[in-house]
């Protein structure tokens, strides 16, 4: 039987928070060697002429193609979305394209968002689901000085979803977690109407054979692997409420743009300023 007990501590999420903010190295380094410095040099950079930038790196034999974004002192590399999708294109269900394909190798390219670079024609712009935003591309050395003062950075996304469901009367139970690999589990939960929901104090996360009980002071989240039988609040012995599950893949627009958990939140992609 599967078993696992994951205790809360507020002073190891703020350890764990910090040191995903500590910089990283670019993949050029120090140019301290040849391949470094080609690798500089085919660097992209673009700009919105309000003091945002995109960078884009070169595929390399070591390195896959990768994206940042920022102010130009610092520079946050973007979340690749997965397999099936190139180095600059990105998730952003804050804006919705509703003419794209809702389900092309498994990815909803719908909340799908990207940088559209032509390396030969030196030219660049951004879409933000509908919306087209134009960039100026900067030239040679005028690019290698910004990339060599900025400080880069993982991904500032703090929490991604991880389940949702509702009763009949639209209360909705939303739980996330941490969104970089070492957060993982430290999860949330937030209830209330859409647009209301507020977070719980959380005590407890249980996870076993049958599926997971989230403990909050005001009571459990019970969560059911099998997703044929329905999930569970429980407050006390006498009081359960039975909750449909909602698929978080194909409700993302909703959690971001209208449960009210996100906003204000900043994603760390190009369209966080839009």
């Not at 080609?38 to 003091?51: I, P, R």
């Not at 030239?139 to 991604?160: H, I, V």
């Not at 209830?191 to 005590?203: E, H, N």
């Amino acid at each position: 039987m599967r078993f696992q007990r994951f205790a809360f501590a507020a002073m190891s999420f703020a350890c764990t928070a910090a040191m995903a903010a500590e910089p990283i190295q670019p993949p050029w380094g120090k140019e301290s060697n040849l391949g470094e410095r080609m690798m500089m040099e085919a660097t992209s950079v673009c700009t919105d002429g309000k003091g945002h930038y995109v960078v884009l790196t070169p595929d390399d034999e070591d390195t896959h193609a990768l994206l940042y974004y920022g102010d130009g002192k610092q520079l946050a590399q973007v979340a690749h979305p997965g397999p099936y999708t190139s180095a600059t294109s990105f998730l952003d269900p804050r804006f919705f394209n509703k003419g794209a394909n809702p389900n092309f190798r498994g990815i909803d390219w719908r909340v799908m968002s990207e940088v559209e670079l032509d390396a030969k024609e030196r030219s660049c712009s951004l879409r933000c689901g509908e919306k087209k935003v134009p960039l100026t591309m900067l030239e040679g050395e005028q690019a290698a000085e910004l990339l060599r003062k900025a400080t880069f950075l993982p991904n500032p996304q703090k929490f991604s979803p991880y389940a949702l469901l509702r009763d009949t009367k639209g209360v909705y139970y939303f739980v996330d977690r941490g969104f970089h690999e070492a957060e993982k589990k430290n999860f949330r939960v937030f209830i209330g109407p859409r647009g209301s929901l507020k977070a719980q104090k959380m005590t407890n996360v249980i996870s076993d054979s049958e599926g997971e009980i989230f403990s909050t002071k005001r009571g459990d989240l019970r969560l059911l692997l099998d997703k044929t039988k329905p999930a569970m609040w429980i407050e006390s012995s006498k009081r359960r409420l039975e909750l449909r599950q909602v698929p978080v893949e194909e409700n993302l627009p909703l959690i971001y743009n209208e449960l009210g958990v996100y906003e204000g939140a900043r994603l760390g992609t190009p369209c966080d300023d839009q």
